[in-house]
């Protein structure tokens, strides 16, 4: 069942892909797409069925791979109820991306005229769920590793044919680096482990984890996982990147969510017992980035910038050992991204400019689902009882309940995360502005749009029944119900923020994120500059003098010569006969040689 | 089965003997003919390798399909193939012809180029199973004349006197290697290579070169060796050449050279020169660190793709070169296979370089950009091209770098950390190399109207990515065959280095 579906999104992949044109452009989405939703129904009955088997992880043997001294790698999948739910999520959510890329997130006009992106969309979504099913189920370290290279590529490739401003490429080049650097210090602890233990499966190292060395291993993959969580201060990068299609942006940032809880769950008994110093990154960045969102120009950026909070609660969940919140968490900050970023889309693509989407009421009813659900923020008279078993307040209580010395920062970072998405809500559907753009596509929503919504909101509230009823109501620590109050004050705040003129726009605030936050980027700036002026002296100086110095002069005198004699040898009557004789001994040796001497 | 070697060494030098022979003019008709012919001959050599390859016992240990005749003059023709030699003749049969085609546009003199390809494949060949030291050396310097020959008449202006200094780059190499090789063959009083190897000499006395001799010996080899990689600071043959040569000119110099230099590696230095080896083991890896960053350095800053592709050609060498200074049995694997694996990536890279140039007519840039725009087929191949280099999973270049990093723990942590340092570095270039040519903008005329790959690139770059990927979701293919041989060369040189003499 695993390889079917790790193969049906790898078709789907192909079949979308630019070699898949024979197909048509609409035919090869649609067989795309419903390949995609294939793999993510055969992903939720994998999950069931794992979750309700008591007997614990399987392997699934697919086939040797490297062998080599005393190395002995195979391609294998390890399944358990954590890996199996992270891969259902994933692929649900890759499911989603792909029917909002095909509707809110294109403008109509593109459809129309066969711009092909539909198609792009699929096929690179397809192709990061399989690298994130690499990452999840790898039964061993090389494995692992090769999943996080794929994945690296996978997102640099869905930014570079997906995203047309430059600016966007330029920054999934440099988080090709970052996640590059991430994976490969990866196989350094793959490599450390192996000195140690003589062997690459996650089981067999498991067993041995006592022995195993932790300050380096903990080093790397500590590293390893955070360079998939972006955190301040070296996410400049992926806040850039991150400005893709709502739909994209939603599934970047839930499968790079998976693949950091992942790297750190595989890690957790490697690691050292207490990682205070990966937990203060972590809760820094929850608290940073919502603000950071504030201060924003745009409604993507400011999206983008907020998506970062809920990830690096989940990755926090996931250091300390509670798997159940982390994914919890980003099943229902995937589904809530999907709305929001799909609906702000739909905005950008039919509006044009702030408050116009109210007009639109798929979108504003989409956005609002998100925003209920990403904050943790029920509304009681609408949703009930229901708004308690939102994936949001399920998994922001369940991370709560094991923040410890963190407890109080992330109860703050919970209501700026809730400011956050509330101010996007109100300035994209309630601003002040309505004129709409001239060259603004009028049209409603595509029906399949709302159809697509409406799933995405019922999928949401069965996502909390499931997992609530799963896990139990979780408490979340000294604050009775924190979620929920955070959600409350955060809405609250958004509201003063909308109100209030000069508010918005976070103009006092827009100097700090500038500056010291993303000091890294003058550090890279800095870097790139200093690596391009030795390349140049390399290339240019050194390498060019060397040349000059010793063998320019030398061949200048030599090769006249050559010349000459070559001139002489050409019109001499004896030319052919050397050249005749040349061949002739050369047949002969071979001759000679084959004929066995 | 018994010429099986010398069948596959000759079957280039024959076809290039037919053409000298039969062919005359150079008419459309005739550069056809050659061209096809070289694809006959090239094809069919790569063919008996993949019969060797089936027919190579993987369990035996030792030389198999030994051919040893005696000649005038006290010399021995003897070939042989191990794992080692077996994997690197598959890389170098699997090259030619995309060498082949990367010459496709060549329109002077065919013939004559055809036949300097031919015999230039013939002796990389002969040098990979020569197992006598005097037909090694003749093979191994000899391949660098028609390679040069091709790069020098068929290249653009400059193109004779950058032959002529890759040239003079070589040549106290050879001297060097030559009075090398004969040092060797004279304290053992024997030119068998197999023999050296096994420190099992006629003479029955010293099995092995003294400490200290090995120390100056394997400086005489490391001439010809640098040049070959190429390392710093015998390397800036290499941008001039690619600036100047035929695409396929360099390829195969490139391509093939670090084959060469590595072969040497393996076959002379580990084996024969252990002490010497580790004697001289950290300047080595000094000097391929210090090359790869050079390398790297300068790739960064290209402006045009043929510079770019030089320089990269020279960085990517540093990982097999790296891996086989490990010493282990996992790092000989990766050297093997990464020679491989480089060669394949280069050989797509050269055929992606002509298909632009024969479009835009420039390898500037600045005339790219936006090109997965106009052509995203093409653009994803070359993307999977480029980030082989640093190790894409699905191709060959991974099992290399989880190789290499294992390997290299064996040696030492830091060469571990150093090689993860490398391909971080391998990854800045490749992604920029990326960049420059297929993203940015769609906003030059000639890149809205250039026209798609045709049938043959499309062949070639898609038989060099299917083959890289075919190694890198089964390298068993290969590693099951160079295995053996990597673990007794790693197992023996273990012995050598740890209990001295």
């Given at each position: 069942m695993e390889l079917t579906i790790f193969l049906a999104l790898l078709v789907a992949a192909l079949v979308s892909s630019p070699f898949g044109r024979g197909l048509g452009e609409q035919t090869a989405t649609f067989a795309a797409t419903a390949l995609g939703a294939l793999a993510a129904l055969l992903a939720w009955v994998v999950c069931i069925g794992t979750l309700g088997d008591d007997a614990g992880p399987r392997s699934v043997f697919i086939a040797p791979w490297i062998e080599s001294g005393t190395?002995?790698?195979?391609?294998?999948?390890?399944?358990?109820?954590?890996?199996?739910?992270?891969?259902?999520?994933?692929?649900?959510?890759?499911?989603?991306?792909?029917?909002?890329?095909a509707t809110l997130s294109t403008?109509?006009?593109?459809?129309?005229?066969?711009?092909?992106?539909?198609?792009?969309?699929?096929?690179?979504t397809a192709l990061l769920a399989s690298a994130a099913f690499v990452v999840i189920f790898a039964s061993g370290t090389l494995l692992f590793g090769a999943g996080l290279i794929a994945f690296t590529v996978a997102s640099a490739l869905i930014l570079d044919f997906?995203?047309?401003?430059?600016?966007?490429?330029?920054?999934?080049?440099?988080?090709?680096?970052?996640?590059?650097?991430?994976?490969?210090?990866?196989?350094?602890?793959?490599?450390?482990?192996?000195?140690?233990?003589?062997?690459?499966?996650?089981?067999?190292?498991?067993?041995?984890?006592?022995?195993?060395?932790?300050?380096?291993?903990?080093?790397?993959?500590?590293?390893?996982?955070?360079?998939?969580?972006?955190?301040?201060?070296?996410?400049?990068?992926?806040?850039k990147a991150s400005e893709a299609p709502g739909a994209l942006a939603a599934l970047l940032s839930t499968c790079a969510g998976l693949v950091a809880v992942t790297v750190f769950l595989r890690a957790q008994p490697f690691l050292e017992p207490d990682p205070v110093v990966l937990e203060g990154l972590i809760a820094v960045t929850a608290i940073l980035m919502p603000l950071a969102s504030l201060a924003q120009q745009s409604a993507r950026a400011r999206l983008a910038a907020a998506a970062f909070a809920p990830v690096a609660l989940a990755v926090f969940s996931a250091l300390n050992g509670n798997a159940g919140a982390a994914l919890i968490l980003l099943a229902g900050h995937g589904v809530a991204l999907l709305l929001m970023g799909a609906a702000l889309d739909h905005v950008a693509n039919h509006a044009g400019e702030a408050g116009a989407g109210a007009e639109h009421r798929g979108a504003q009813a989409a956005a609002l689902g998100g925003a209920i659900s990403a904050t943790g923020f029920g509304v009681p008279v609408l949703l009930g009882p229901l708004a308690l078993v939102l994936p949001g307040y399920l998994g922001q209580a369940g991370a709560l309940a094991s923040a410890e010395a963190f407890y109080w920062p992330l109860v703050g970072a919970l209501v700026l995360h809730a400011l956050a998405l509330w101010a996007i809500y109100l300035d994209a559907f309630h601003g002040r502005g309505k004129k709409k753009r001239d060259d603004a596509d009028t049209?409603?929503?595509?029906?399949?749009?709302?159809?697509?919504?409406?799933?995405?909101?019922?999928?949401?509230?069965?996502?909390?029944?499931?997992?609530?009823?799963?896990?139990?109501?979780?408490?979340?620590?000294p604050l009775p119900g924190a979620p929920l109050l955070a959600g409350v004050a955060g809405f609250l705040l958004a509201l003063l923020f909308h109100r209030v003129p000069g508010a918005r726009g976070a103009a006092p605030l827009r100097p700090v994120f500038e500056g010291p936050i993303f000091l890294p980027e003058i550090f890279r700036m800095g870097l790139e500059t200093a690596l391009r002026s030795l390349g140049r002296l390399v290339s240019d100086r050194l390498d060019k003098s060397l040349l000059e110095a010793v063998f320019d002069p030398l061949s200048a005198r030599l090769l006249p010569g050559l010349d000459r004699l070559s001139g002489q040898f050409n019109a001499s009557r004896a030319a052919p006969w050397v050249l005749g004789a040349a061949v002739a001994a050369a047949l002969l040796v071979t001759l000679v040689t084959l004929a066995g001497g | 089965?018994?010429?099986?070697?010398?069948?596959?060494?000759?079957?280039?030098?024959?076809?290039?003997?037919?053409?000298?022979?039969?062919?005359?003019?150079?008419?459309?008709?005739?550069?056809?003919?050659?061209k096809w012919l070289a694809v006959t001959a090239t094809g069919a050599t790569f063919l008996v390798a993949l019969i060797l390859w089936g027919a190579f016992d993987p369990a035996m240990d030792g030389f198999q399909f030994v051919e040893e005749r005696a000649w005038p003059l006290g010399l021995t023709y003897k070939v042989g193939v191990d794992g080692l030699s077996l994997g690197l003749c598959l890389a170098v049969a699997g090259l030619t012809p995309l060498a082949v085609a990367a010459s496709w546009r060549i329109a002077e003199r065919v013939r004559d180029y055809i036949i300097a390809l031919l015999t230039a494949e013939t002796f990389i060949l002969g040098a990979l199973l020569s197992l006598d030291l005097v037909f090694f050396a003749i093979f191994l310097e000899g391949a660098l004349v028609p390679l040069l020959v091709m790069a020098g008449l068929w290249g653009g202006k400059g193109a004779g006197q950058a032959a002529l200094k890759v040239f003079l780059y070589a040549l106290p190499g050879a001297v060097l290697l030559i009075v090398t090789l004969a040092t060797m063959a004279n304290n053992a009083a024997t030119t068998d290579m197999d023999a050296l190897m096994r420190h099992n000499l006629p003479s029955g006395g010293e099995s092995r070169f003294p400490g200290g001799l090995q120390t100056w010996l394997l400086l005489g080899l490391a001439w010809s060796l640098a040049v070959k990689l190429p390392l710093w600071p015998l390397h800036a043959w290499l941008p001039g050449l690619a600036a100047r040569a035929p695409a396929a000119a360099t390829l195969m110099v490139a391509g093939t050279g670090a084959i060469l230099g590595l072969y040497m590696l393996l076959?002379?230095?580990?084996?024969?020169?252990?002490?010497?080896?580790?004697d001289l083991w950290p300047y080595a890896t000094g000097l391929a660190l210090f090359s790869f960053a050079w390398a790297a350095l300068a790739a960064y800053v290209q402006e045009r793709m043929r510079g770019a592709l030089a320089y990269l050609?020279?960085?990517?060498?540093?990982?097999?070169?790296?891996?086989?200074?490990?010493?282990?049995?996992?790092?000989?694997?990766?050297?093997?296979?990464?020679?491989?694996?480089?060669?394949?990536?280069?050989?797509?890279?050269?055929?992606?370089?002509?298909?632009?140039?024969?479009?835009?007519?420039?390898?500037?840039?600045?005339?790219?950009?936006?090109?997965?725009?106009?052509?995203p087929g093409f653009s994803i191949l070359l993307m999977a091209l480029c980030y082989t280099c640093f190790g894409l999973p699905g191709t060959a270049a991974f099992p290399v770098l989880a190789l290499a990093v294992l390997g290299a723990f064996e040696a030492h942590a830091w060469l571990a950390v150093a090689l993860v340092l490398a391909v971080l570095g391998l990854g800045a270039v490749a992604a920029g190399l990326y960049r420059?040519?297929?993203?940015?903008?769609?906003?030059?005329?000639?890149?809205?109207?250039?026209?798609?790959?045709?049938?043959?690139e499309r062949l070639a770059m898609g038989l060099a990515l299917g083959a890289l990927v075919l190694l890198g979701l089964i390298p068993g293919l290969l590693l099951d065959r160079t295995g053996p041989a990597a673990a007794a060369l790693a197992e023996s040189y273990a012995a050598a280095t740890s209990a001295p003499e």
């Open positions: 190395l002995a790698s195979e391609i294998a999948f390890e399944v358990d109820g954590v890996s199996s739910l992270s891969v259902a999520i994933a692929l649900t959510i890759a499911v989603f991306a792909q029917l909002y890329g403008p109509k006009t593109l459809r129309r005229v066969g711009d092909c992106r539909a198609m792009r969309l699929v096929s690179s997906n995203v047309r401003s430059a600016g966007a490429g330029r920054a999934a080049a440099r988080g090709l680096l970052v996640c590059l650097t991430g994976a490969l210090l990866s196989l350094l602890a793959a490599g450390t482990l192996f000195a140690a233990g003589d062997a690459v499966s996650f089981e067999v190292l498991t067993s041995l984890a006592g022995d195993m060395p932790a300050r380096p291993v903990t080093l790397a993959l500590g590293l390893a996982g955070l360079a998939f969580t972006a955190p301040v201060p070296f996410l400049p990068w992926a806040l049209d409603a929503e595509p029906i399949l749009s709302r159809v697509t919504s409406g799933g995405l909101l019922a999928l949401l509230i069965a996502f909390g029944v499931v997992l609530g009823t799963i896990t139990g109501l979780p408490g979340s620590g | 089965m018994d010429n099986l070697l010398s069948i596959l060494t000759f079957i280039p030098l024959l076809a290039a003997l037919i053409l000298a022979v039969f062919l005359r003019g150079d008419d459309e008709a005739a550069q056809r003919n050659a076959r002379l230095a580990v084996p024969m020169l252990p002490m010497g080896l580790m050609a020279m960085a990517l060498a540093a990982i097999p070169l790296l891996a086989a200074l490990s010493g282990s049995a996992m790092g000989i694997d990766a050297a093997i296979l990464g020679a491989a694996a480089r060669a394949l990536t280069l050989a797509g890279l050269f055929v992606a370089l002509t298909m632009v140039e024969a479009r835009l007519r420039s390898d500037a840039f600045e005339a790219m950009g936006g090109i997965r725009l106009r052509l420059q040519i297929a993203l940015g903008d769609l906003l030059r005329e000639d890149v809205r109207t250039m026209g798609g790959m045709d049938a043959r």
